[in-house]
């Protein structure tokens, strides 16, 4: 927990009087609202915040942060958000928590996105699964696309009674066992241009600064 709540502390240090801040998603985003409410309460700050899901809505609501609505935002001038796998050379992996849709879009338009995880998420190359939102309708196409393409499964994300998972947005998260990841920027491409796929959990762009979590440190690559 140490090595997130440093990551975390660090990111504060880009947090300035005025701005508006992109929340993200997961744990290591929750310690961050949880530190930047304390934050601008200590320091009487004007903040303002725009949060990629409901869950870190709700609790930047219950922390006291004000919170902003798609349309009252103009800038977002820092997005602070988690990652499950990222590579030396900022490219991510995210969607753990299914919310990757809504957290490329504020990340993405961020002036500056910063990432907090920590060292168990850094990995030479990208690896692991990455999480796709599909529109329901359209499942059974992505994973034969994919499957076609890639020759690899994808498989729908359930609750535990079955259940399929849905996003914020309503739709389905599918996860695809892609091993290694050579060439991030093309495969988010790809992903994207089979038709259904809302977005995938590939972010290869726009990444300013990783700052990487350990027990007694950080390592933060510009
Ligand atoms: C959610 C995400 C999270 O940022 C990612 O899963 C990392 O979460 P955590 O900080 O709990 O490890 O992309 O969609």
Same mark, same amino acid.
């Given at each position: 927990?140490?090595?997130?709540?440093?990551?975390?502390?660090? =990111? +504060?240090? *880009?947090? &300035?009087?005025?701005?508006?801040?992109?929340?993200?998603?997961? @744990? /290591?985003?929750?310690?961050? #609202? !949880?530190?930047?409410?304390?934050?601008?309460?200590?320091?009487?700050?004007?903040?303002?915040?725009?949060?990629?899901?409901?869950?870190?809505? =709700? +609790?930047? *609501?219950? &922390?006291?942060?004000?919170?902003?609505?798609?349309?009252?935002? @103009? /800038?977002?001038?820092?997005? #602070? !958000?988690?990652?499950?796998?990222?590579?030396?050379?900022?490219?991510?992996?995210?969607?753990?928590?299914?919310?990757?849709?809504?957290?490329?879009?504020?990340? *993405?338009?961020?002036?500056?996105?910063?990432?907090?995880?920590?060292?168990?998420?850094?990995?030479?190359?990208?690896?692991?699964?990455?999480?796709?939102?599909?529109?329901?309708?359209?499942?059974?196409?992505?994973?034969?696309?994919?499957?076609?393409?890639?020759?690899?499964?994808?498989?729908?994300?359930?609750?535990?009674?079955?259940?399929?998972?849905?996003?914020?947005?309503?739709?389905?998260?599918?996860?695809?066992?892609?091993?290694?990841?050579?060439?991030?920027?093309?495969?988010?491409?790809?992903?994207?241009?089979?038709?259904?796929?809302?977005?995938?959990?590939?972010?290869?762009?726009?990444?300013?600064?990783?700052?990487?979590?350990?027990?007694?440190?950080?390592?933060?690559?510009?």
């Amino acid at each position: 927990m140490n090595a997130k709540t440093n990551a975390a502390l660090e =990111a +504060l240090k *880009y947090v &300035k009087n005025g701005q508006t801040i992109g929340l993200g998603t997961g @744990s /290591t985003a929750a310690i961050f #609202i !949880d530190l930047l409410a304390k934050k601008v309460k200590n320091e009487h700050l004007l903040i303002k915040c725009i949060p990629t899901s409901l869950s870190s809505k =709700a +609790l930047a *609501y219950q &922390k006291g942060l004000v919170l902003m609505e798609p349309e009252e935002v @103009s /800038t977002i001038d820092v997005a #602070i !958000d988690g990652a499950d796998c990222m590579d030396s050379k900022k490219n991510l992996i995210k969607g753990g928590g299914g919310a990757h849709t809504r957290e490329k879009i504020i990340d *993405y338009f961020a002036e500056k996105f910063i990432v907090i995880a920590d060292e168990t998420k850094f990995s030479k190359i990208l690896k692991g699964p990455v999480p796709l939102e599909l529109l329901p309708f359209a499942y059974p196409f992505v994973a034969k696309a994919i499957k076609k393409e890639f020759g690899i499964k994808t498989e729908l994300r359930r609750r535990e009674n079955g259940d399929v998972w849905k996003s914020d947005n309503g739709n389905f998260i599918a996860d695809a066992y892609f091993k290694q990841i050579k060439n991030p920027k093309k495969l988010e491409e790809q992903l994207n241009a089979i038709p259904g796929i809302v977005e995938n959990g590939i972010f290869s762009r726009n990444v300013s600064t990783v700052i990487i979590g350990y027990e007694k440190k950080v390592k933060v690559l510009n």
